[in-house]
T-cell receptor, first 115, second 117 residues
Framework: AQSVSQHNHHVILSEAASLELGCNYSYGGTVNLFWYVQYPGQHLQLLLKYFSGDPLVKGIKGFEAEFIKSKFSFNLRKPSVQWSDTAEYFCAVSSYGGATNKLIFGTGTLLAVQP | GAGVSQSPSNKVTEKGKDVELRCDPISGHTALYWYRQSLGQGLEFLIYFQGNSAPDKSGLPSDRFSAERTGGSVSTLTIQRTQQEDSAVYLC???????????????FGPGTRLTVL
């Protein structure tokens, strides 16, 4: 069965620090990969997604993620975080065209950015 | 336009009672999803509706859980004989349904926090 691991449960950074949140999945076939974000008091929303093509995907608010197939990873990065990036981040995976066509979410990483 | 709405925002119930949670998807979205988020857990898929097709119920944890979608729009998730382990945030999402659940961007509602005493 597919699974998604987010090893960092809680990350605390100072403003302007660089961010990298880990995401690993277990599935041998073709996958679609997503990062969703939930800002305090707001709905869960899509940050970026990868289906095919350039493995470096750029999303909103300066975020990017790199798909490394050999490592089954889709880590989220931002060169310089802001206080407004404080949120919970969820990685999700689905199998393209597979029988399991639903999104499988990780447990989330809570990011706190200190001013 | 309006996003996905859910009601109630909070629900406290006693063990053994039935509860109904409502979801209003974005107008025009044909796909609707229910998820559950328990403390310290990721989002757990429960059920998926696409148009008039039979729903994908593969994520429902027990036969106490059921959901329906009337007229291809509003959906109700019903939990019968609630148990304490049902306490969680129940999230609803909708999407255009054009590409399928594996690729569609899902738009989430604010969730219903259910507490079973």
């Amino acid at each position: 069965a597919q699974s998604v691991s987010q090893h960092n449960h809680h990350v605390i950074l100072s403003e302007a620090a660089s961010l990298e949140l880990g995401c690993n999945y277990s599935y041998g076939g073709t996958v679609n990969l997503f990062w969703y974000v939930q800002y305090p008091g707001q709905h869960l929303q899509l940050l970026l997604k990868y289906f095919s093509g350039d493995p470096l995907v750029k999303g909103i608010k300066g975020f990017e993620a790199e798909f490394i197939k050999s490592k089954f990873s889709f880590n989220l990065r931002k060169p310089s975080v802001q206080w407004s990036d404080t949120a919970e981040y969820f990685c999700a995976v689905s199998s393209y065209g597979g029988a399991t066509n639903k999104l499988i979410f990780g447990t989330g990483t809570l990011l706190a950015v200190q001013p | 336009g309006a996003g996905v709405s859910q009601s109630p925002s909070n629900k406290v119930t006693e063990k053994g009672k039935d509860v109904e949670l409502r979801c209003d998807p974005i107008s025009g979205h044909t796909a609707l999803y229910w998820y559950r988020q328990s403390l310290g857990q990721g989002l757990e898929f429960l059920i998926y509706f696409q148009g008039n097709s039979a729903p994908d119920k593969s994520g429902l944890p027990s036969d106490r859980f059921s959901a329906e979608r009337t007229g291809g729009s509003v959906s109700t998730l019903t939990i019968q004989r609630t148990q304490q382990e049902d306490s969680a945030v129940y999230l609803c999402a909708s999407s255009w349904g054009l590409a399928g659940p594996s690729t569609d961007t899902q738009y989430f509602g604010p969730g219903t926090r259910l507490t079973v005493l």
